[in-house]
């Protein structure tokens, strides 16, 4: 293993939104990191104050790869990496520093950085970093590799490119086929206004039925499209839109994609109705709008510019000075 990558861990778990969250930190503080593959077993259910500082709950392989020598720096995302990361602190004598992103659900007190997004609400405290949406992968560097890749693909289609990404029924919300047709409806409408290309793409939360409905409203359209959908075996096209569409539309039940997409250059519109977002992700949604990041799906689409949102490099630059402490 070499050295300089065994001075910061990644805690990836099984939830691809919050890999991607730990990832762009990793990647935005431009240091070399060890990726960590943490995978549970039932107890990871329990709450943190029972999980405490052990390893309850995760699975015999994971364990096997955290051993010494210990990091200076663990980057854990969501409730329940906290319990590794604080057993790894522990089993280092206290040196190695927590940054934990999204609320750790136990003391505070606990972590050396913790870094939330405001629509979270939590309290402010010295060791809380409060950002402006959530951490993500994509780059100006990203953006430009995969416009690069994905242009002699999508580089003759008619202008504008509109590109949709549909995501899903989430734990608390059902993305149901009512707003998937209005959603469909609008970018349609919004293709044949402007003579220009749709980009579609869904995830493994659209569901089969709004699959299928998206796939036969798009085939009956008379628009110009190309759809991705998420269990193609061919390439995955996500990073090839948000760097070349002029238009961007997204659900708004994901914040990863909401905050993704006010990153890339496109206008950036959200699809959110009634029932389709947890409270607070519409507080997210309000705050995008508000500093003209995004705009509500309703009326007219057409391309705007818009400040772009990187949360990760804030976070990274407080990772970098708990390096330097």
């Known amino acids: 293993m070499n050295d300089a990558a065994n001075r910061i861990w990644i805690l990836a778990d099984d939830r691809a939104g919050n890999v991607n969250q730990a990832?762009?930190?990793?990647?935005?503080?431009?240091?070399?990191?060890?990726?960590?593959?943490?995978?549970?077993?039932?107890?990871?259910?329990?709450?943190?104050?029972?999980?405490?500082?052990?390893?309850?709950?995760?699975?015999?392989?994971?364990?096997?790869?955290?051993v010494a020598p210990w990091p200076d720096l663990v980057i854990s995302v969501g409730r329940r990496t906290v319990p590794v990361a604080r057993w790894i602190k522990k089993q280092s004598g206290g040196r190695s520093k927590i940054c934990q992103i999204m609320r750790p659900d136990c003391d505070i007190r606990h972590f050396d950085l913790i870094a939330v997004p405001a629509h979270d609400s939590m309290d402010p405290a010295p060791n809380v970093l409060e950002t402006f949406g959530a951490a993500h992968r994509i780059?100006?560097?990203?953006?430009?590799?995969?416009?690069?890749h994905w242009a002699p693909v999508f580089g003759n289609l008619p202008k504008p490119l509109i590109a949709v990404s549909v995501g899903g029924n989430t734990k608390r919300t059902v993305f149901t086929s009512v707003m998937a047709t209005d959603l469909m409806d609008r970018s349609i409408d919004a293709v044949r206004k402007t003579g220009g290309s749709l980009l579609v793409t869904t995830s493994r939360r659209t569901g089969r039925d709004n699959e299928a409905l998206i796939a036969a409203m798009l085939a009956q359209s008379g628009v110009t499209y190309r759809l991705h959908d998420w269990t193609s075996a061919d390439e995955n096209p996500y990073f090839g839109y948000l760097a070349l569409a002029d238009i961007l539309i997204v659900t708004g039940d994901s914040v990863s994609m909401c905050c993704?997409?006010?990153?890339?250059?496109?206008?950036v519109y959200i699809h959110a109705p009634d029932g389709i977002a947890a409270p607070r992700h519409q507080i997210l949604h309000q705050a995008l709008?508000?500093?003209?990041?995004?705009?509500?799906?309703q009326g007219d689409i057409t391309p705007f510019d818009h400040p772009r949102l990187y949360p990760a490099q804030d976070i990274a630059k407080r990772c970098l000075e708990l390096l330097a402490s």
């Open 23 to 66: 990832m762009g930190v990793a990647e935005a503080m431009n240091m070399p990191f060890r990726r960590i593959d943490i995978n549970y077993t039932k107890l990871a259910r329990l709450p943190n104050m029972v999980r405490s500082d052990t390893l309850i709950g995760i699975a015999g392989e994971s364990r096997a790869r955290l």
């Open 139 to 148: 780059t100006d560097a990203r953006l430009d590799e995969a416009a690069q």
């Open 260 to 267: 993704e997409a006010c990153a890339a250059p496109g206008g």
């Open 289 to 297: 709008f508000d500093a003209g990041y995004a705009r509500p799906l």
